[in-house]
């Protein structure tokens, strides 16, 4: 991924979690003071990607590429905590819960690696299949 698509796709998590992480909080202050942080720290790496020449980035962009890689399956998680309702960082089950979204985050990450994109957004929508129809049958 280009480093300006990066930084754009970092600047759409803040945003896209912003809901998300709401739920995760009890205080408005605890989530505006997180949503702050989250933006502050996207703008802090666009400028400095912005200031760097292309042959710097891709250097970069190699060397990092692990710590890219788990910074999305976090963020993968992270976001897909939305899903799982009533989840407080209080609740005994939230470190279970976070865990396994991203282990998904990974494992699809891996599969996105190895064989393409294609297959890890089938994989993806083969998870959310089974779970529509695990809720359809069991409600």
């Not at 991924?1 to 945003?15: D, H, L, T």
């Not at 899903?83 to 990450?109: E, H, M, R, W, Y």
């Amino acid at each position: 991924m280009a480093p300006e698509k990066e930084i754009s796709f970092n600047i759409f998590c803040v945003f896209y979690l912003g809901p998300d992480i709401k739920l995760l909080f009890k205080e408005h202050f605890s989530y505006m003071a997180c949503l702050y942080l989250f933006s502050f720290a996207a703008l802090i790496v666009h400028g400095y990607f912005k200031r760097i020449d292309i042959r710097k980035r891709l250097i970069f962009q190699r060397r990092s590429f692990g710590y890219l890689f788990y910074y999305a399956a976090i963020i993968f998680g992270l976001t897909h905590l939305g899903n799982i309702k009533g989840l407080t960082l209080s609740d005994p089950a939230f470190p279970l819960f976070v865990s396994s979204q991203i282990f998904t985050g990974l494992s699809l990450g891996f599969i996105r690696i190895k064989y393409g994109l294609g297959y890890s957004m089938l994989l993806h929508g083969c998870f959310n299949f089974i779970l529509v129809l695990l809720t359809f049958f069991f409600s």
